[in-house]
C-alpha cells in the first residue's frame, strides 16, 4: 500500500515562502510524473506544477517565476518551493505520483493547507 503524506503547509505572510514536501511510503515502482495540485474550496482542483518521467517541467501560469517543483525518484519524493506567496495561493496542496506507463497507478496525498494573509 503506497501513500503519500505532504507536509510544509502552514500560515505566512505574504511575499514570504514555504517549501512543501511529499513523500512517498510502500513501494513505488519505477519512474513516475510528479504533480502538485491546489484546490480552493468550491473551486475545481487546478494543476500548479509537475516533473515528468524525463525531468521536464511545466507550471501553472499564476505561479511561473514564483513556485519550483524537483522530485527525487530515489528517495521518492516531490518538493515544492514557493516563493513571493500572495494571497491567492491559499488553498489546500496536493501531490499527486501517476505512471502513465505499465504498471500503471496513480497515488494522492491527503492535502495539506497553505495560508497566506496580506
Known amino acids: 500500500q503506497v501513500q503519500l503524506v505532504e507536509s510544509g503547509g502552514g500560515l505566512v505572510q505574504a511575499g514570504g515562502s514555504l517549501t512543501l514536501s511529499c513523500a512517498a511510503s510502500?513501494?513505488?515502482?519505477?519512474?513516475?510524473?510528479k504533480v502538485w495540485y491546489r484546490q480552493v474550496q468550491g473551486k475545481e482542483r487546478e494543476l500548479v506544477a509537475a516533473?515528468?518521467?524525463?525531468?521536464?517541467?511545466n507550471y501553472a501560469d499564476s505561479v511561473k517565476g514564483r513556485f519550483t517543483i524537483s522530485g527525487d525518484n530515489a528517495k521518492k519524493t516531490v518538493y515544492l518551493q514557493m516563493n513571493s506567496l500572495k494571497a491567492e495561493d491559499t488553498a489546500v496542496y496536493y501531490c499527486?505520483?501517476?505512471?502513465?506507463?505499465?504498471?500503471?497507478?496513480?497515488?494522492w496525498g491527503q492535502g495539506t493547507q497553505v495560508t497566506v494573509f496580506s
Open positions: 516533473i515528468t518521467i524525463g525531468g521536464m517541467t
Open positions: 510502500g513501494s513505488v515502482f519505477g519512474t513516475n510524473t
Open positions: 499527486n505520483f501517476r505512471r502513465p506507463l505499465l504498471p500503471k497507478y496513480d497515488y
